[in-house]
């Protein structure tokens, strides 16, 4: 890598990480590309070389979130022996997202979205990213013995859909709360595809 490209890619994560300090603290909408170009100290014409609009920039975060959150989860799954164990875990760590500032922002641009299809896509591609996750968790299980076998494609989207289904009490509880639920949730799951 040249070190032009290094320079070009740490302007690029500058800017993002000023963005989203603006977007964490103002939201989506309220915060403007002037607000990010005096924060970051960048010009105008480097924030639209790297990204061509808003909604690019804010999706490049998304992302780079996304990202973090899967680094955290490999390292918390390492110590831990027992599928069981590691799907407590992982609802746990799901459930901890709620209280990441981003959220707040991440909702209220996926509601203004106006259909443009790229930014959908990009969008859709962003929340299946835990997706290998739930499936090399399951499976894993599986073949240990610890789950019965099941269709592998079928239990990972009843658990995509139960840990998505349950991001709506966010709406209604805090997030300690909202860790318990989906303890039990896991309970119940486990109830259903445990070996005994």
Known sequence: MTKSTDHGEQTKRNIAAKAKELFELKGYAATTMDEIRQLSGSSKGSIYHHFKNKEVLFLYILELSMLEWIGKWREMEKPLGTAREKLYRLAEHYAEDFRNPLLRAAEEFSGSENGDHEIRNKLLELTRMHYPIFQQLLEEGM????????????????LFGLFGGLSVSYYNYDTDRIIGLYRNAIDVLLQGIEKH
Do not use: Y
């Open 143 to 158: 073949q240990s013995g610890e789950f019965r076998p099941l269709p592998l494609e079928d239990l990972t989207f009843i």
